[in-house]
């Protein structure tokens, strides 16, 4: 299994500002994955994150709002960028212990954008 | 693009009760499927994981099956405990690692 924590694991924000979610796991991992789960709604898939190479986004999620690193194989961040109230959610990361394997996730971060 | 269906969308049970919830999914073209538990506010905690070549997993008071060729997965919960309250989650997996949410079964039970 995987450990996962993610920083911070909250936070309130004001609109057009941006906040950094960090992501670190206790093992190498070669995919990492962040995920969007907005208020009463199940969780969407924002973008698979790789080990030096770029990330990529799923349909309705943009490099510009949603930048991600992945500077080695234990740590990626993802940054929400110019918050909208419409960005208030709980963001999580996930890594896989294989491919098709068990998908493990963080606590989350609940963000709140005012 | 893979859409996923649970139901029911919530249950409340008394304690002690057999559990049944489903799952549907569009495209069978699957490599497995996990099931998770969320409890509120917090992250997602796998409970189990059956490839497409399996039938069935069990853990504990936990079992899932899965018919592929159908589209449908069922977690029973056998003999259930307060404990158990929480929102479950199904996810298929398909090609380009991706996993796909459903709405998810909120699951209270009642001492």
């Known amino acids: 299994s995987a450990v996962i924590s993610q920083k911070p694991s909250r936070d309130i924000c004001q609109r057009g500002t941006s906040l950094t979610i960090q992501c670190q796991v206790d093992s190498q991992v070669t995919m990492m994955f962040w995920y969007r789960q907005q208020p009463g709604q199940s969780l969407t898939l924002i973008a698979t994150?790789?080990?030096?190479?770029?990330?990529?986004?799923e349909s309705g999620f943009v490099i510009d709002k949603f930048p991600i690193s992945r500077p080695n194989l234990t740590f990626s961040t993802l940054t929400v960028s110019n918050m909208s109230p419409e960005d208030s959610s709980i963001y999580l990361c996930?890594?896989?212990?294989?491919?098709?394997?068990?998908?493990?996730f963080g606590p989350g971060t609940r963000l709140l954008v005012l | 693009k893979q859409e996923v269906t649970q139901i029911p969308a919530a249950l409340s049970v008394p304690e002690g009760e057999n559990l049944v919830l489903n799952c549907s999914f569009t495209?069978?073209?699957?490599?497995?499927l996990q099931w998770f538990r969320q409890d509120p506010g917090k992250g997602l905690t796998s409970l189990l994981l059956i490839q497409s070549s399996q039938r069935e997993q069990t853990s504990g008071r936990l079992n899932a099956s899965l018919d592929k060729s159908s589209g449908r997965s069922t977690l029973y919960i056998a003999a259930s405990q307060p404990g158990d309250s929480a929102t479950y989650l199904c996810a298929p997996y398909n090609a380009g690692n991706m996993l796909t949410f459903g709405g998810g079964t909120r699951l209270m039970v009642k001492p």
């Open positions: 495209d069978s073209a699957i490599y497995n």
């Open positions: 994150a790789n080990q030096g190479s770029e990330a990529t986004y």
């Open positions: 996930s890594v896989e212990s294989g491919p098709g394997e068990t998908q493990y």
